[in-house]
């Protein structure tokens, strides 16, 4: 993995446990990253990641409207 050294103002509170989720957490949102990969980028386990997608707000199911709707209408 690359290593990205990134400045933040100090009036921002947030450590690096918290900033490695927001990227990780948004580069899964987009599909840029799987569940695992984005876990990894985390530092955590598959689950403990999945487990705080929420409090970041992003869905763990990463999945498409009209994928539901046309797999609703295959099933």
Known sequence: M???????????????VDLAMIVASRLYEQGSLSLGQAAEMAGLTKRSFAELLGKFGVSI???????????????
């Open 2 to 16: 690359r290593i990205v050294t990134l400045n933040i103002p100090e009036n921002i509170n947030l450590n690096s």
């Open 61 to 75: 199911f990463n999945y498409p409207a009209s994928d539901i709707s046309r797999d609703i209408a295959n099933a």
